[in-house]
Structures are given as C-alpha cells and as structure tokens.
C-alpha cells in the first residue's frame, strides 16, 4: 500500500506524535511511569465538580441530549457565539459580535486551518510563511501545513535573571519580516516556556503585522479570562488584524475538543467554510457544558480564583524542589509566568537533550526533549540541544518523584563528565 503525497507528509514520525505516543505510555505504564511529558491540565477537584454538577442539571433538563442529537453550525453554536461576543465585548470592551467568532475542534485544529490558510502556495505563485518571532514555541505547530517549508522561527534574546532564572524576549534588532512571511504567531503564555511576551513586545509585534497586511495570531490556550494560567500582569490586546486563539482545553476540559477562535469577519467566514467542508460542524458538547459559565461570567472568577492559584503554588513548589536538589552550574530555569510546564535550560550540558531524555525515560521519567520546539529555527544553536520541558501540574507525588529522578540523573551526567 502506498500514499498520496498528503498521506506520506501527515504520516511521518513528527514530534508531536512521538509526545503523543508518550503520552499514551506513561497513561498505560500506570504507576511505573511518571508522566511530566504531555500537556494534560491538572484535574482540579472544586473544577470538576462544578462541571460534574452543571452536566447533571443538563442531563436532568435534556439540555445534554438535545446537544448531542443536533449538529451547530459550521461556525458553532450560535447561543455561546452570542455570549462569549458579549463576555468579551463587556470584560474588554472590544467592538465584536458573534460574526468574529468561530468554533473549531480544540485550538489545534484552529492551527491548522490558519496557517494553511495564509502560508504555503499562493495562486500567483508566491510560496508564504509563517513567522514564529520568538523561538521556542509550541511542538504542536510544527507540520501543520499542507506545503512544506512554511515556517521560519527567529531566535530570542536571553535576559539572565535572579535566582537561577532566566527570560526569553524577542531580538527585535534581529527580527527580519520578508515580503515571503504571511502570518506571525506567538503563544502567550507560551508552550514550553512558561514565558508570557511582555505588552510591549506584543504591541510592537502588532504593528509589524499591520505594516505588513498580514495578521497576527496570539495564541491564548492558557491565558485570560479563561483558564488564566498567567501570573505575570499583563494586558489582553485584539483588533481585527489579530487572531485571537482560545480553548476550554487547559480549563479542564480537554476532552471536548473546543477551539475558539476571535478575527475579523473574513477571516471567521472563512474558517467557518472550511469547518463545513472538513468537519460539517464543531463538536457541541464543550459549548452546552461551557455555555452557563460564560453566560454568567462565573468563567472569569473560577479562572482567577481556583485555576490561577492552584497552578502558580504547583509551579513555585516545583522550581523550588529543583533548585534545591539539581546541583550543576549552569542549570537555569525559565521564569515561570505562565502555562503548565517549566522549561529548564542546562547550560554546557555534557550530552545533548535527546540523550538526557531517553535516561530519563529509563528510569521512568517521561519529560520531552527541547529541541523539538524550535521549528523554523534555521541556524544551528547549541541552546536547543542543552533544554527540556516538564509538566509541572500532574499529580505532587509524581513531580516530587520525578523531579527526584531528574535531578540525581542530571548531577550523575554532569560527574561522569568531570571524573
Ligand atoms: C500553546 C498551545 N496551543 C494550543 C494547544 C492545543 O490545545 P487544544 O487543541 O486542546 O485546544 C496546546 C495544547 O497543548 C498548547 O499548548
């Protein structure tokens, strides 16, 4: 048997599904694995119960099996369009209805459609980019696009910190935007870093698109209002040239596969079409469940009060356990501002990335290796080679033990080394 071209690019070993084959093992290993690989949010238990609750009223109403015995439109359900175009309208004022918003299943899918459609083969010829102006970023965007050579990453600025940290910003004396780059994308916070790109580089990145005609997408999966894993204190910003990304994923909700996309009217027609064509509609369920939360703005609070500060305590006792126990001199840890993971950079690390994650798995530690996250980055940087990212949420025992784990591998490294 043999594939289309399509099916040998989509078929590939990618580094998405090898995080996703992980994945699947550490849920399979059970308890022998430790699983810091994949990006599962944490289950909350006040999280679940309301959502366990609010599916019991929908069930007893049949709110729930009218959702499920109907498709929504291609542009998804039309009461949560209508009441997320008024959460946002009211929380930031932004001029939108519900004709700037699309429904996708989860944001990875959102990806997919925007990318392919303003980067890759245009029909006068021009092949165009997606421009990533702050490398690392997300593994799940690498291969998303029909046409190969789509995306360019540039690479950052480090800023040294205070206690073992460091930040990543964007090296605007070095951010070349060619005439061949049709969208630039920036998570924030950003997948794996925990980093959050600070207003003003946003801003600037925003007039740089607009000089361009091209948009910019911000990718909002673990950001405000909701599920507000953000700790830094920075501001929300969307006019009709961004594409604002969200998603119910890291709220909890990841098995509902809600992807929410805010542009302009253009470009949610045109999702909206490709929606019909790929999918005929997005799933209903996440927006029945969502739909009370967002029409009674508890959304916000449960985000700010419950879901911020049980991650921002869970990342502080992580970076504190390494700090402690990993002891070689160039270990640095990204300043977590937001996400789920925490990035960690081991300067002159004697083996690279790769290798230090197959130890580790050996030992029963799924982490992924850092040099999956920088796709587009052309030159060669010895930095992607010396990273690794880790969940930081899942369970505290797990992460202790892991961290353990990681920390007596890394120091044993570093030993056999000097010996
Ligand atoms: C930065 C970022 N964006 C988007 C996604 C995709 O999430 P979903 O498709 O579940 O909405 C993820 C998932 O891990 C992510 O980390």
Known sequence: MSFSSFGNKFTRHSGITQLMDDLNEGIRGGDDILMLGGGNPASIPEIEAKFKHKLDELNQSGALIDALGNYDGPQGKDT???ALATLFRETYGWDISKKNIALTNGSQNAFFYLFNLFAGKYHDGRHKKVLFPLAPEYIGYADATLDDEVFVAAKPSIEELDGGLFKY???FDHLEVGDDIGLICVSRPTNPTGNVVTDEELQRLDVIAREK???LIIDNAYGTPFPNIIFADVNPIWNDNIILCLSLSKLGLPGARCGIVIANEQTITALSNLSGIIALSPGSIGPELALPFIQDKSIIEMSEQIVKPFYQQRAEHAVSLLQEQIAVP???????EGAIF?????KDLPVTCEELYQRLKQKGVLVVPGHYFFPGLEQEWQHTHECIRMNYSQKPEDVEKGIAII?????AIYAEHNR
């Open 80 to 82: 949560f369009l209508d």
């Open 169 to 171: 910003h964007v090296d």
């Open 213 to 215: 005609g091209i948009p």
């Open 330 to 336: 160039g270990f640095r840890i990204h300043k977590p």
């Open 342 to 346: 925490l990035w960690l950079w081991f």
């Open 407 to 411: 920390a007596s591998e890394v120091n």
